[in-house]
């Protein structure tokens, strides 16, 4: 994730953006903010899925064919 300091950067941008609008250069700040805060959130939570196996009732692992090869394509912990 991003940097405590990141984020506030963010959020000020966007209060900004509501009170008075932004400059071309914080515009792409915020732009260049909110795509890094996008790519580390996508990589946690693809690194949580890699940590799920699917249990029926029967205690039989019935995850996701796709997640299952996702978990191997990208060394994630196998169950």
């Known amino acids: 994730m991003l940097h405590e300091d990141k984020l506030n950067r963010i959020n000020q941008l966007a209060k900004k953006a509501k009170e008075s609008g932004l400059t071309l250069s914080e515009a792409k700040e915020q732009k260049e ?8 959130f ?12 699917v249990v029926d009732e029967e205690g039989t692992d019935v995850t ?5 090869e996702s978990k191997k394509h990208n060394n994630g912990p196998t169950h």
């Not at 996508?42 to 196996?53: A, I, M």
């Open 42 to 53: 996508r990589k946690s939570f693809e690194n949580q899925l890699h940590s799920v196996t």
């Open 64 to 68: 996701p064919e796709a997640l299952k």
């Open 33 to 40: 903010l909110r795509t890094e805060y996008l790519k580390g």
